[in-house]
């Protein structure tokens, strides 16, 4: 089935399409797939909003469901992107201390080898 794209927002389709397969498929690279997971929780976060907002008799002020929605992604930001984030470059400094001490003791080796060289 062909998608017309005259209408701007018909180029969306045929976008949002590839991002799903490559979810399926495992390969969106793990920034690409943060950055949708943002924009799924924050278009889920609209929608109940705005959900709300219709249905609400208090002409949209915040009721208790708004708040704890807020709350609760906020909780949802701190715990797995933030988070994410950290532990990434936790595992990122890691590996670049591991590579300056396996650097270090190359260095090591060598200036032994030196010396015995010299020594002999």
Do not use: C
């Not at 708004?66 to 994410?84: E, H, N, Q, S, V």
């Amino acid at each position: 089935m062909s998608i017309p794209l005259d209408n701007p927002d018909q180029k969306l389709v045929p976008f949002l399409r590839e991002i799903a397969n490559q979810i399926e498929s495992e390969e969106l690279a793990p920034e690409l797939l943060q950055s949708v997971g943002e924009f799924y929780m924050s278009y889920t976060m609209q929608q109940a909003i705005s959900h709300d907002i219709e249905a609400s008799e208090n002409n949209g002020e915040f009721n208790t469901m708004d708040a704890i929605k807020f709350i609760t992604l906020g909780w949802y930001i701190y715990t797995f992107i933030l988070a994410t984030e950290r532990d990434n470059r936790t595992e990122q400094d890691k590996s670049e201390q591991d590579k300056s001490e396996q650097d270090k003791s190359e260095q090591e080796d060598e200036d032994d080898n030196i010396t015995q060289d010299i020594l002999s």
